[in-house]
């Protein structure tokens, strides 16, 4: 529960409340972070649109990738679940 709030927290400071996957592409994200010099950023992939597995999988792998490509290594993944449902992830990216 402490790395939640946490990532919550990084989350609200890192970048503006649509900074998730929700209306975003990852690569749009990821140039909005190197664009604002951050040397982390914390952003929320959304896993309830379609099938849960592949997903939230390709989500994941899809902003990995576009971090990955502008230096920053993945932090932490959190999963955030709600009436043992999962609902999304807060990942935290850090340039090294």
Do not use: C
């Amino acid at each position: 529960m402490r790395k939640l709030f946490l990532a919550a927290a990084l989350a609200a400071l890192a970048l503006p409340a649509q900074a998730g996957l929700f209306d975003k592409k990852p690569d749009d994200i990821a140039n909005e972070a190197v664009r604002n010099g951050l040397l982390a950023t914390t952003i929320w992939v959304d896993a309830t649109w379609g099938f849960r597995n592949q997903g939230a999988a390709n989500a994941l792998s899809r902003a990995h990738q576009a971090f990955a490509t502008r230096g920053y290594k993945v932090q932490s993944v959190e999963p955030y679940i709600e009436n043992g449902d999962l609902q999304g992830f807060f990942v935290t990216y850090q340039k090294p």
